[in-house]
């Protein structure tokens, strides 16, 4: 039985609903009367939900579809504007213990080369990170309780935390491990964490199970259950995302809404992000053996339903996707992107050999960060590394009703300009840094407030002559 608010993840991620969800999209698919009215709801910009977003989803009218790229490119400005926040991930380990059928950190891997990092090797890690400019970082470990115990976690993240080498410093660790218990979220939280991110890979529970044969992730109900007990260990920043081509695309679509619908209901604070993964080439995984893969285009057309129905929460594409494909689903409702990712456990500081890789996925979008931050700044976005809402404790539901009022464009807008003029400053190459200085100065323009511009302008200053980490 469908119920938003239970606590059981079999009757909030419940399967009749969604299998009632896709009828009815799939019936309506091409009703113009109840598409436009949707629409209309959509563009008040307080959300759908997993039903009215479906039918746009499931919606195959040309003209209609522009619509809704057309709405989710403007939500997306109206929430966002046109800054990105950059990131990158970080292997700490890829020993683990499940069988997940799409990953090659499966324990039948025998081939892979398994690695964890130490803490000596850590400080060289998020050095190259720090030396390439950049601030905030996912964590990521395979999970195994003897290799990558949750104290090796917290020690890693108090080691990045506390690297200090020239002006570099990563002032937020999001942190993607495995789903785990009420005590272990609150020591991540304690360790001061930004978002904990659980990827729910595919929210229909038959073809979870199929897909995690062995290990403790084949608990479908403890691994769905997870951002629940992040909850109420105190992180109040999560981040849900499924990994596309392991399961029907308007399946997972529900199934991501429905889970979204439950935070809202239950803690009263939806997701702070979605990822969109898609199954990649890797190691010993093959994307084509996988029956439920995306077009570019139902790609592209996901982000844009996602955005108009969450439109508070930040979107992430990672470099698992081409230059191409980032260019064109940035626009529709994109937050977040990495640039210069290594998805090995080592390999910012020196690259690996051939034989010795332990690469999770092959990257697609190649670029170093300089090359992203150029790329995006010629089509007119500004890269930002703020990092200020966490720090500054807004988080939770208070940062959601900033979020949600568009309050919260007042502080990401100069943050964005003043962490972009310190990565000029300390990284950039020469023709990033004049492009971005000509950003700068076009985007003072757009600070409404003119005390506000006056203290951007004198910061500024301050970050050109040594200063460092101004914010709002
Ligand atoms: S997806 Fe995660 S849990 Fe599954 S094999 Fe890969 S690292 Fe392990
Ligand atoms: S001010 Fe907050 S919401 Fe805006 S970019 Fe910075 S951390 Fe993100």
Redesign the pocket.
């Known amino acids: 039985m469908y119920d938003v608010k239970s606590m059981s993840a079999e009757e909030f991620i419940a399967h009749e609903e969604i299998l009632e969800t896709l009828d009815y999209a799939e019936k309506n698919k091409n009703n113009i009367a109840l598409i436009e009215r949707i629409l209309e709801k959509a563009k008040l910009r307080k959300g759908l939900n997993h039903r009215e977003a479906s039918v746009l989803l499931a919606c195959e009218l040309p003209e209609k579809i522009q619509e809704i790229y057309n709405l989710a490119e403007q939500i997306k400005k109206d929430f966002y504007g046109n800054r990105i926040v950059l990131f990158a991930p970080l292997y700490l380990s890829?020993y683990?213990v499940?069988?997940?059928l799409?990953?090659p950190?499966?324990l039948k891997n025998k081939h892979i080369a398994r690695k964890k990092l130490t803490q000596e090797e850590i400080i060289k890690e998020v050095t190259a990170l720090q030396d390439m400019g950049h601030k905030r970082l996912a964590i990521e470990a395979?999970?195994d309780p003897v290799m990558n115990p949750l104290e090796y976690i917290l020690d890693s993240i108090n080691t990045i935390y506390n690297i200090k080498h020239k002006n570099g410093a990563i002032r937020r660790v999001n942190v993607n491990i495995?789903a785990t218990t009420v005590a272990n979220y609150r020591k991540l939280h304690e360790a001061g964490i930004g978002t904990y991110i659980l990827f729910q890979e595919t929210y229909n529970k038959k073809s979870y199970e199929k897909l995690h044969p062995t290990?403790p992730?084949s608990d479908y109900a403890y691994h769905t259950e997870a951002m629940d007990r992040a909850m109420e260990g105190g992180i109040d920043d999560v981040g849900l995302g499924v990994l596309f081509g392991l399961e029907g695309y308007k399946y997972e679509f529900a199934g991501l809404l429905m889970h979204a619908e439950h935070l809202e209901a239950v803690h009263g604070v939806g997701p702070h992000t979605i990822s969109v993964p898609r199954v990649k080439q890797a190691d010993d995984i093959n994307p084509d053996a996988f029956e439920y893969g995306i077009s570019d285009e139902t790609f592209c057309k996901i982000a844009a339903c996602i955005r108009i129905a969450v439109p508070y929460t930040g979107m992430i594409v990672s470099t698992r996707e081409s230059k191409e494909v980032r260019d064109k689903i940035i626009r529709l409702g994109v937050s977040q992107v990495s640039g210069g990712s290594k998805t090995s456990v080592g390999g910012y500081y020196a690259p690996e050999a051939e034989d010795d890789c332990s690469e999770?996925f092959d990257v697609s979008d190649t670029r170093t960060l300089d090359e992203v931050i150029r790329w995006l700044i010629s089509k007119d976005y500004i890269p930002s590394f703020c990092t200020a809402c966490y720090r500054e404790g807004r988080t939770g539901d208070r940062f959601m009703s900033l979020c949600k009022s568009g309050q919260i464009q007042n502080c990401c807008h100069p943050n964005a300009l003043m962490t972009l003029k310190e990565y000029l400053v300390d990284y950039a190459a020469k023709e990033t840094a004049e492009m971005g200085e000509r950003l700068i100065m076009k985007e003072l323009a757009n600070i409404p407030s003119e005390k506000v511009r006056k203290i951007v302008l004198e910061r500024l200053a301050k970050i050109e002559q040594g200063d460092r980490d101004f914010r709002f």
């Open positions: 890829n683990c499940n069988g997940c799409y990953c950190y499966h395979g999970e495995a290990g992730k999770q």
